[in-house]
């Protein structure tokens, strides 16, 4: 069997074009004078059998991501049903968890996430209470060391997986002085069969927090592209934060994630979580033919990969 990866959204929080924004790439989009494409909210689908399917992360599009996508609509032969098996959470942010509130007509949903995750979900947003008079939501730890990615009747998908931590602030929701670990981690999922991995990192503030040998020894790589540059926001006129203080490796600049891209040995890497005001989301702009000659490419989605 194959590992396979689907894109469902590859944008960061409010996606693109966002709802209230005029930015030039969001007001070029709306008007049809940029070469770019729309992109709905950080949500990836992946499956070790093709028949049971696991989200990373959750996003306020997923109804529309289901619809695009029919290996997670109903299956024919059952009157309601679905083939996602399961979710795994990268953090607690809106864009990665709202969704979750949106899948409630179903069985219960089986979710991976950190005690902090869940904590900041439980306390910030009332989520599994509140699921709980819907589907009901059971909560996995996730392991911290290679193991299989169960079916809930414990039966074999045919993925491994492990969960990291990686550096990250709590959502703007949960009180920022009060980080802790498990606020963020990363996740690499192993086809059992072939060996080929899979590492998932929609959300990354440095390479010092990845395993070494995961850079050099994975054969693709979801990667946080959300900012071009530190200012961006300040510099679009849409805000005043930077990459650093929201927890983004910027993609571009001599410390950019980009320059390190370049040098690792992975067949497949690719941005994802874009923010709107990302100068690399315009097919014809320097940065984005900057990361195509990189080697690396701007996830759109849709986009798949058969591992
Ligand atoms: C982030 O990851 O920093 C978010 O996309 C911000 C947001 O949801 O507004
Ligand atoms: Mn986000
Ligand atoms: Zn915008």
Request: hydrophobic fraction near 35%; aromatic fraction near 8%; charged fraction near 15%.
């Amino acid at each position: 069997m194959l590992m396979y990866v689907h894109l469902l959204g590859t944008a960061a929080g409010g996606g693109f074009p966002q709802w209230n924004c005029n930015c030039i790439n969001c007001h070029g989009l709306r008007t049809g004078k940029i070469c770019a494409r729309a992109r709905t909210q950080s949500c990836v689908a992946i499956s070790g059998d093709g028949c049971h399917w696991f989200l990373l992360n959750v996003s306020p599009d997923i109804r529309e991501q289901i619809a695009s996508f029919p290996a997670l609509q109903p299956p024919l032969h059952a009157r309601r049903g679905t083939a996602i098996t399961g979710i795994l959470l990268t953090d607690a942010d809106l864009d990665h968890s709202l969704g979750l509130l949106l899948l409630r007509e179903g069985t219960p949903l089986h979710v991976y996430a950190t005690s902090s995750i869940r904590q900041t979900l439980t306390s910030g947003l009332n989520l599994a209470p509140t699921l709980q008079a819907y589907s009901g939501l059971c909560w996995h730890e996730p392991s911290c060391s290679l193991a299989p990615l169960l079916c809930p009747d414990g039966s074999a998908t045919g993925l491994l997986y492990e969960a990291f931590p990686v550096s990250g602030h709590p959502p703007r929701f949960r009180e920022r002085a009060l980080q802790q670990p498990g606020d963020r981690v990363g996740y690499r999922f192993t086809d059992e069969q072939n060996g080929k991995t899979l590492l998932f990192l929609p959300g990354l503030s440095s390479f010092e927090d990845i395993p070494h040998h995961y850079l050099y020894d994975s054969h693709a790589l979801l990667l946080d592209g959300t900012f071009w540059s530190e200012y961006e926001m300040e510099e679009q006129q849409v805000g005043n934060t930077s990459a650093t203080q929201m927890g983004h490796l910027p993609v571009g600049g001599p410390f950019g994630s980009l320059a390190r891209l370049a040098t690792l040995p992975i067949d497949h890497k690719i941005y994802m979580h874009i923010n709107n005001t990302n100068p690399m989301l315009l097919e014809d702009s320097p940065e984005y033919a900057s990361v195509r000659s990189a080697q690396a490419e701007v996830g759109w989605d849709g986009l798949e990969l058969l591992l």
